[in-house]
């Protein structure tokens, strides 16, 4: 199974963009992204932009992606407690 991160267009410069991912800023391409533009969200696999998403979207993955570090932080405490 594949997992596809969303993340915020910050800088674009030719064929790659700076993202930011829940805060941290990472260089992604985008040479698949039609049209490209600071403040677009998108869905970043390997390292490459594949898809353009709405913000509703953006926040309803980025949400989940929160809850699931902090079930991933509780069980961890629970292994180590």
């Known amino acids: ?23 941290m800023k990472s260089e992604v391409n985008i040479q698949i992204i039609e049209e490209a533009q600071i403040g ?16 509703e979207y953006f926040e309803e993955l980025n949400d989940l992606l929160k809850l699931l570090s902090k079930v991933e932080e509780n069980n961890e405490q629970e292994i180590f407690n």
């Open 40 to 55: 677009d969200y998108v869905l970043i696999h390997a390292g490459c932009a594949i898809q353009k998403i709405d913000m």
């Open 1 to 23: 199974m594949c997992l596809a991160i969303p993340g915020q267009i910050v800088e674009i410069s030719q064929a790659t963009a700076k993202v930011n991912i829940m805060g």
